[in-house]
């Protein structure tokens, strides 16, 4: 009897161990895959950066005819709806 519960111990100890390197190895993914996002969004806004300046990202005027771009009523607008959203 007492061989039974031990055999039965160390299957769920084995099983919860499983379980917990499963869910190490998907959040290691995870944050391996939010970095790749990142550095992806990264590489692909150094052109704008570049041609518009870092002011960009806080200028509030968006006017094309004078070439004057500004970002912040975009992002602004972005993080209310999401906030909103959530």
């Known amino acids: 009897m007492?061989?039974?519960?031990?055999?039965?111990?160390?299957?769920k100890?084995?099983?919860?161990?499983?379980?917990?390197?499963?869910?190490?190895l998907v959040?290691?993914?995870?944050?391996?895959i939010a970095?790749?996002?990142l550095l992806t969004?990264?590489?692909g806004s150094v052109p704008a950066i570049r041609a518009l300046?870092?002011?960009y990202l806080w200028g509030?005027?968006?006017?094309p005819v004078?070439?004057?771009?500004?970002a912040l009523p975009f992002l602004t607008g972005t993080i209310i709806t999401s906030v909103l959203a959530l």
């Open 2 to 11: 007492k061989a039974v519960q031990a055999a039965s111990i160390q299957k």
């Open 13 to 24: 100890i084995r099983s919860e161990k499983t379980f917990r390197f499963s869910l190490v």
């Open 27 to 32: 959040a290691s993914l995870l944050v391996i």
């Open 35 to 37: 970095f790749g996002v």
């Open 41 to 43: 969004l990264a590489t």
């Open 53 to 55: 300046g870092i002011s």
């Open 60 to 63: 509030t005027t968006w006017d």
């Open 66 to 70: 004078s070439d004057i771009y500004g």
